[in-house]
C-alpha cells in the first residue's frame, strides 16, 4: 500500500526553505542568532546584578505556586476529577477527527472564546491537523484555567498571581505561536520559501536593537508619524509653562465660546495626545468645535534632575498651576476640568484639596476610566506587592525614574494575546511590517516617572488606598478627604477597562457629595474613551439612580447607541456659564510660547 501523503498545508517540504543561495541565507541565520544571544546574556547579566529592573518577579510566581502545589496535594479527588473530564473531551477529540477523516461531518468538541481572534481564520478549522492541535489546545488550556480558578486556603494575593501567571504560560504555548503549527505559517513558508522567517529573524534583531537588548516589539510603523504633523495637530499656542508641564490653550472654530473654558489633566505616564491623534477621532478638537475654549496640560518626560519631584508637586505645578494661569489667560475665576485615567486620580486629589481651602474656582468636573477605590485593581495587583516595590525604590535610586518601557510592558502583559502574540506571530513568523496605527504609535510613546512621585502614588494609593480614606494622604500640609467634594461631576468608566475596572471607578457616586452622572461606555480603557460619533460604535449605559454597588447599577440601566461623547456634550454646555466672543491664544494677558504641541510632547524615551 502507498503511504498516504502528508497533508502539504500542515508539513511543507523541507527544500521550501532552499533558495539559490542556501549557503548565504544560513550564514545570516547564524549572525542574527549570535547577536541576539549576546543581547540576551548582557540583559540578564544586568537583571542579576541588580543594574536592571523589571517588574516579574519570578520568586514571588515561583512562592504562589509553591501553595497551589499544596493546595492540589490536600485536595486530590478535586483536580482528579478536572482530570477526567479533560481526557474524556480528548478522547471525544480523537473520536470527532477519526470520523472527519472518514468523511463526516462532526462538530467540534470545544470552540475557541468569543473574541478569541487566534483562531479566526478558516484554515484552523478546514485542516485537519490544524483543527486537531487548536481543539486538543483549547482543552488543555480549559482543564488548567479551572484548576486554578477556585482555590481554597491559599491567600488572594498569591492565588491571583497563580491565575494570572497560568494564563500567561498557556496563551505562550498557544499553537499559533509557533511556526511548525500555525496553518498560516506554514502557507507563507510555502509561499516565500522560507523568507518570512528570515524576515522574522531581522525583524526580531531589530526590536532587540531598538530595546537595547531588550524586546522591544514593534508595534507599528512608527515612521508613519510624526507629533505636530499627522498626530496632535488641533491648532493652538503654548501659553504657560514650569518644570512639569506646559499649557495649550487651542484656537476656537466658532465665533463664540461658553465663558468657562475647561482644563484636560491627562495621565502623566503617556503623552496627552492619545485625546488628540488625528481630526477624526481627537476629543481635544471635537470640544473645541462644540464651543469651548480648551487648555491642555502637557506633561514633560522628565530626566534625572526631576527626580525628587512629588505627587504634591504634580498637583502644585499641575492642575493648580494651570488653573491659575487660565484665570490670568482669560479673566475667567470658574473653569470645568476634565481628568482621564491617573490624571483623573490627581484631579480628584486636587478637588479634595480646593475643597479643603475653599478653593471654588471649579464648577463641574468630568473623570474618564479614573479609580477611586483601588481596594480591586484588577490585575494590575500581581505586580504591586512590597518586594517590587522595595526593588524599585533600589532601581530608581540609582537612575532618578522609572523607564516608560517599564508600564508599558506591564500593561501589554493584561492583554497579552492582543499587545504581544499577535505581533509575534505578524512580525517574527509571517515576516510582515506592522501596519501604520495611530493609537499604537501613542502607545509606544512612552513617558518616564520620576523617584518620589512613582513611589509616592503607588505606596499611598495602590497599597493603603488612601483616597477613599479619610484624612490618610496630606497634600501640601492639606489633609485629603474627597467626601468634601461638591463639584457636579460626570464620570466616564468602559465595560472591558482592564486597567480601570469599572466597577473600581463606581464608588465616587456614594463618596462624593455633589450631584454626579455616571456613564458605562462600551469598549475599553483607550477604545471606549476614543469614540467619536461618527464611528457609531460601543453604545453606552446610563442610569439616573444611584444604587450602593455597580451591579444593582448596571441592572437598570439603559443602554443607548452611540458615543458617550454627545451625551457628556449636553452635560458639559449645561454647565458653560453663558457665551462669550471666542478667545485667540496668545492675545490674552498670557502671550504665545510656542505653538501646539510644544516642545514638551516631542521628547522621546531616547532623548
Known amino acids: 500500500m502507498a503511504a498516504k501523503k502528508k497533508d502539504a498545508s500542515l508539513f511543507p517540504d523541507p527544500s521550501a526553505f532552499i533558495t539559490d543561495d542556501p549557503a548565504k541565507k544560513f550564514a545570516r541565520v547564524m549572525d542574527y542568532s549570535h547577536r541576539m544571544v549576546t543581547d540576551f546574556w548582557a540583559r540578564q547579566t544586568k537583571q542579576m546584578t541588580g543594574m536592571d529592573f523589571q517588574f516579574f518577579d519570578p520568586y514571588a510566581a515561583g512562592r504562589a505556586f509553591m501553595e497551589l502545589g499544596a493546595q492540589m496535594m490536600a485536595n486530590p479527588s478535586k483536580y482528579e476529577s478536572m482530570m477526567s473530564e479533560a481526557v474524556m473531551q480528548h478522547y471525544s477529540l480523537m473520536q470527532t477527527m477519526l470520523e472527519r477523516m472518514a468523511g463526516k461531518q462532526v462538530s467540534p468538541v470545544i470552540m475557541p472564546e468569543p473574541g478569541d481572534r487566534r483562531f479566526k481564520d478558516d484554515s484552523w478549522s478546514q485542516n485537519l491537523m490544524a483543527d486537531f492541535i487548536k481543539q486538543s489546545y483549547l482543552i488543555t488550556s480549559k482543564f488548567m484555567n479551572n484548576m486554578v480558578h477556585d482555590l481554597n486556603g491559599i491567600d488572594k494575593e498569591s492565588h491571583a498571581k497563580v491565575k494570572f501567571y497560568t494564563r500567561q504560560y498557556i496563551n505562550a504555548l498557544s499553537p499559533s505561536n509557533f511556526a511548525t503549527t500555525n496553518p498560516l505559517v506554514l502557507k507563507k513558508v510555502q509561499e516565500t520559501g522560507g523568507e518570512n522567517l528570515l524576515c522574522g529573524m531581522e525583524n526580531l534583531l531589530r526590536d532587540l536593537e531598538r530595546g537595547q537588548g531588550k524586546l522591544k516589539i514593534s508595534l507599528t510603523d512608527e515612521s508613519a508619524f510624526e507629533v505636530g504633523k499627522n498626530v496632535a495637530t488641533t491648532k493652538g499656542k503654548v501659553i504657560y509653562q514650569n518644570d512639569l508641564m506646559q499649557l495649550i490653550q487651542y484656537a476656537p472654530t466658532t465665533k463664540k465660546v461658553h465663558r468657562r473654558p475647561i482644563l484636560f489633566v491627562p495621565p502623566w505616564i503617556n503623552k496627552y495626545y492619545v485625546l488628540d491623534l488625528q481630526e477624526k477621532n481627537s476629543l481635544i478638537k471635537w470640544t473645541v468645535d462644540q464651543g469651548f475654549t480648551v487648555f491642555v496640560v502637557s506633561w514633560v518626560n522628565p530626566r534625572k534632575d526631576l527626580a525628587n519631584k512629588s505627587f504634591e508637586n504634580y498637583m502644585m505645578e499641575g492642575p493648580l498651576a494651570a488653573i491659575d494661569a487660565i484665570n490670568e489667560a482669560t479673566g475667567e475665576k470658574e473653569v470645568n476640568l476634565l481628568g482621564f485615567c491617573i490624571g483623573g486620580i490627581l484631579s480628584v486629589a486636587t478637588l479634595a484639596y480646593m475643597a479643603a481651602k475653599k478653593d471654588k474656582r471649579v464648577k463641574a468636573a468630568t473623570f474618564l476610566t479614573t479609580m477611586i477605590d483601588l481596594t480591586d485593581i484588577g490585575e494590575s495587583s500581581v505586580f504591586i506587592d512590597?518586594?517590587?516595590?522595595?526593588?524599585?525604590?533600589?532601581?530608581?535610586?540609582?537612575?532618578?525614574?522609572?523607564?516608560?518601557?517599564?508600564?508599558?510592558?506591564?500593561?501589554?502583559?493584561?492583554?497579552?494575546?492582543?499587545?504581544?502574540?499577535?505581533?509575534?506571530?505578524?512580525?517574527?513568523?509571517?515576516?510582515?511590517?506592522?501596519?501604520?496605527?495611530?493609537?499604537?504609535y501613542w502607545n509606544s510613546d512612552a513617558t518616564r516617572l520620576p523617584a518620589s512621585m512613582l513611589i509616592y502614588y503607588l505606596r499611598n494609593f495602590y497599597k493603603k488606598n488612601g483616597l477613599m480614606k479619610k484624612n490618610v494622604l496630606e497634600l501640601n500640609g492639606v489633609p485629603i478627604d474627597?467626601?468634601?467634594?461638591?463639584?457636579?461631576?460626570?464620570?466616564?468608566?468602559?465595560?472591558?477597562?482592564?486597567?480601570?475596572?469599572?466597577?473600581?471607578?463606581?464608588?465616587?457616586?456614594?463618596?462624593?457629595?455633589?450631584?454626579?452622572?455616571?456613564?458605562?461606555?462600551?469598549?475599553g480603557h483607550i477604545g471606549g474613551v476614543v469614540n467619536p460619533p461618527k464611528a457609531k460604535k460601543y453604545g453606552y449605559w446610563t442610569n439616573q439612580k444611584k444604587y450602593d454597588t455597580p451591579e444593582e447599577w448596571f441592572e437598570t440601566a439603559k443602554h443607548k447607541d452611540g458615543s458617550w461623547w454627545e451625551d457628556w456634550g449636553k452635560w458639559l454646555k449645561r454647565r458653560g456659564g453663558g457665551q462669550v466672543p471666542a478667545r485667540i491664544p496668545g492675545k490674552g494677558p498670557l502671550k504665545a510660547i510656542e505653538n501646539a504641541p510644544g516642545s514638551y510632547v516631542k521628547i522621546r524615551i531616547s532623548d
Open 386 to 440: 512590597d518586594a517590587l516595590l522595595k526593588s524599585m525604590e533600589k532601581y530608581m535610586a540609582k537612575k532618578g525614574y522609572l523607564e516608560g518601557h517599564h508600564m508599558a510592558n506591564m500593561f501589554s502583559m493584561l492583554r497579552e494575546n492582543d499587545l504581544i502574540w499577535s505581533f509575534v506571530v505578524n512580525n517574527y513568523l509571517l515576516g510582515n511590517e506592522p501596519l501604520p496605527f495611530d493609537l499604537l
Open 482 to 523: 474627597i467626601e468634601k467634594i461638591k463639584t457636579s461631576s460626570y464620570f466616564l468608566s468602559t465595560k472591558e477597562d482592564h486597567i480601570a475596572p469599572w466597577r473600581s471607578c463606581y464608588p465616587a457616586v456614594k463618596k462624593f457629595k455633589g450631584p454626579i452622572r455616571f456613564v458605562l461606555g462600551g469598549s
